[in-house]
């Protein structure tokens, strides 16, 4: 894997050629990569959906990259940005960084260096322990995809791990379906109308129905005191 664990990744760059590249080295990894080459529609996905990573060219139609990202920091979105830009002056570098970008890397550059870039923004904003993300009993290594209940540690599925690693960040909270299918295809591939039903149903295989709780027409709960209560993976 390329990065510290599969991501959930906006990418606002109006240059197709270059966005198509990008795209390729972003998804490898299986990271669901989400593309967008208009500034309006990227400052409403950014400031109302959940990305692990934003990637963020600044000449953008209808709304400068700058100002989407000012926009955000102000709302509170605290998904970390890197800046893509031609425009390489030291004063426009330190006004990026000062409206929250956590990096800026000029264009050209090659993707070896992006990929560099990705993987220290990324270390640097996981709010996620070194011991995994732990809810009751259930602890999730992202880096490694494992799930350990009970003393007991089996290596998830990818769709089961970005289910469950987004219901134990947001625990007693309700995610709708749609939610967690972006989580999973983004918003260019579509699902079979059962898969998410599926993957539900695998995990409560593995940390037991009530943990998981239906919340009949909008998505589902991690329930924290069910957590709590798991004591072994079945």
Same mark, same amino acid.
């Given at each position: 894997?390329?990065?510290?664990?599969?991501?959930?990744?906006? %990418?606002?760059?109006?240059?197709?050629?270059?966005?198509?590249?990008?795209?390729?080295?972003?998804?490898? =990894?299986?990271?669901?990569?989400?593309?967008?080459?208009?500034?309006?529609?990227?400052?409403?996905?950014? &400031?109302?959906?959940? *990305?692990?990573?934003?990637?963020?060219?600044?000449?953008?139609?209808? #709304?400068?990259?700058?100002?989407?990202?000012?926009?955000?920091?102000?709302?509170?979105?605290? &998904?970390?940005?890197?800046?893509?830009?031609?425009?390489?002056? $030291?004063? @426009?570098?330190?006004? =990026?960084?000062?409206?929250?970008?956590?990096?800026? %890397?000029?264009?050209?550059?090659?993707?070896? @260096?992006?990929?560099?870039?990705?993987?220290?923004?990324?270390?640097?904003?996981?709010?996620?322990?070194?011991?995994?993300?732990?809810?009751?009993?259930?602890?999730?290594?992202?880096?490694?995809?494992? $799930? &350990?209940? =009970?003393?007991?540690?089996?290596? $998830?599925?990818?769709?089961? *791990?970005?289910?469950?690693? +987004? $219901?134990?960040?947001?625990?007693?909270?309700?995610?709708?379906?749609?939610?967690?299918? @972006?989580?999973? +295809?983004?918003?260019?591939?579509?699902?079979?109308?059962?898969?998410?039903?599926?993957?539900?149903?695998?995990?409560?295989?593995? #940390?037991?129905?009530?943990?998981?709780?239906?919340?009949?027409?909008?998505? +589902?709960?991690?329930?924290?005191?069910?957590?709590?209560?798991?004591?072994?993976?079945?």
């Amino acid at each position: 894997m390329l990065f510290r664990s599969a991501m959930r990744i906006l %990418l606002v760059e109006d240059d197709h050629h270059l966005a198509n590249t990008m795209l390729g080295m972003l998804r490898d =990894g299986q990271n669901t990569v989400d593309w967008l080459d208009d500034g309006q529609q990227a400052l409403g996905a950014l &400031t109302s959906e959940h *990305f692990d990573l934003a990637i963020l060219d600044l000449t953008l139609p209808r #709304v400068d990259g700058l100002d989407i990202l000012k926009a955000a920091r102000k709302q509170g979105v605290q &998904t970390p940005v890197i800046i893509l830009t031609a425009r390489s002056g $030291l004063d @426009e570098k330190l006004t =990026g960084l000062d409206a929250g970008a956590d990096d800026y %890397l000029t264009k050209p550059f090659a993707m070896a @260096e992006l990929k560099a870039r990705i993987r220290a923004v990324t270390r640097r904003g996981s709010s996620v322990p070194q011991n995994g993300l732990t809810v009751g009993q259930l602890v999730l290594n992202p880096d490694s995809g494992q $799930l &350990t209940t =009970g003393g007991e540690t089996t290596t $998830l599925p990818r769709s089961e *791990f970005q289910i469950l690693h +987004y $219901l134990m960040r947001h625990p007693d909270q309700v995610a709708t379906r749609r939610r967690l299918e @972006e989580q999973l +295809y983004g918003w260019d591939h579509g699902a079979e109308s059962n898969a998410l039903e599926v993957h539900i149903h695998h995990l409560r295989r593995r #940390v037991g129905k009530e943990t998981i709780r239906t919340i009949r027409g909008v998505g +589902y709960l991690l329930d924290s005191q069910a957590a709590a209560r798991v004591t072994e993976c079945p």
